[in-house]
């Protein structure tokens, strides 16, 4: 007996070393531990394919040039995540905290850059600033100018995904600061600051979580691009993969250069885990959430409209604007291809399944993360992050090779597909959801649960109803996401299954500007329907 309870005392020793005080209840940690399994499958399928390639893999890694390129990438991403910030924090609290004209309007336009695939952001960056562009064109008539200077290479890059990423801060930012308490304004107020030392000492620190989050799904779609960087020519690792992939019918070698891309990853994720450290974001009493007064920005409203303008103009209208006019050159040669509509209805419809399944995912994974801190929780939540930052090639790849080996039903079929996108994008979900609840206080789901409430209940009529305004923007990025994803969609879609991203792409790629514009353009007016419906969820009386 004493072998035993001896035993028994082993065993929970080593259950609360893995999953942390206090235990966590099945209903989270079990789901949570299927969602990692599925996470897996990638870097599994990596790990088999780069044993296999040999020391080809790590010398061509090592070499001069492969730690230039690594080099680059690290610089790029330094780069587009610290601009991204810059960006979107001031964008974010002139949104929700002052009195700005339009203020969802703006934030619509703000958050529309996500809906935009990079290959057609870098297509429009190289036709409307190249060096024989449409500007170019324009100021030759104009000035005589002859030949802008080079937009190709890293200005070009950090340009393109700078105005493309700003927006996963934006929405997190704004997430978060519906949710923070009104009184902090308050009592800084009260001790005699003003809105400036507001801001910088008292609101700041305390969106740390959400604009770190933020900022590591910047970084990460920074390290998994292709689009971009491929056709404004800066050289980053992603594009080295995705060579090695196209030149050589052996993929061991492409997936060996994959490993170290997750290593890069890890790192990410591990810095942004450093910077949390163990404060506290909730609010330190129970109460109902208050609307915050709105700052008067007086005359500060002025350059206040010409930031949100500026940032409008140069990340939605000016693409917009030229995805139009060669919009208007395909309906006037050749009209409008039958294959747009199904193909938009095909996007909408696995847009939102992914969506809904991401948000299921999310929930067990984010809950586990914050309210059951332990070994277990923080490699599940890493985990999420590390598949976003892979290529969508090599997670298409994996997820191939283990339905036609281990389950050929989900070979080529829809749920597959719509996988795909969950492990691509699930991390948009946890970093949105993880936000909210942070700034929860486990004290009002505690008294639930003294009261006699399963945890279950207090999941469904506590925790659940406080997170909708992370719950709505992970779906918001998921879908955005999903709408513009075009290599996980071209290996995993079902025969004959096309969508927006699918359509366009093939356009682009056989030259047909037009027809590739018009497609654009109908993908990113779709978009627009859920960013509206996400700003005017909050709608107040009396607020414009």
Known sequence: MAQQNQAGRRQAGFWQWLVGRPRPPAIVWLPACLVGAALLLPPAYLLLRGLSSGPDAWELVFRQRGLLILARTVLLIGAVTAAAIALAVPL?????????PFRRAWLVLASLPLVIPSYVAGFVVVVALGPRGMLQKALQSLAGVERLPDIYGFTGAMLTLTLLTYPYVLLTVRAALERLDPALDETSRAAGYGPWKTFVRVILPTLRPAIVAGGLLVALYTLSDFGAVSLLRYETFTWAIYVQYEASLDRSLGAGLSLVLV??????????????GRSRYYRSTAGAVRTPARLRLGWWKVPALAYCTTVALVSVAGPVGVLGYWALQGLGASGVSVQLWPAAASSVLVSLAAALLALVCALPVAVLAVRFPGRLSSLLERITYVAFALPGIVV????????????????????LLVLGYMVLFLSAAVGAVRSSLLQISPSVEQASRSLGSTPARVFATITLPLTRPGLVSGAALVFLLTMKELPATLLLSPIGFKTLATLTWSAASEAFYARASISALVLIGLAAIPMSLL????????NP
Do not use: H, K
Request: glycine residues 4%.
């Open 263 to 276: 290593a890069l990853a890890l790192s990410l994720v591990v810095g942004e885990a450093m910077t949390r």
């Open 92 to 100: 974010a609290w002139l949104l929700l905290r002052t009195d700005l």
């Open 535 to 542: 700003v005017a969820r909050d709608r107040q009386p009396g």
């Open 396 to 415: 298409a790849l994996a997820l191939v090779f283990f339905s036609a080996n281990y389950i050929p039903i989900l070979y080529q079929s829809f749920a």
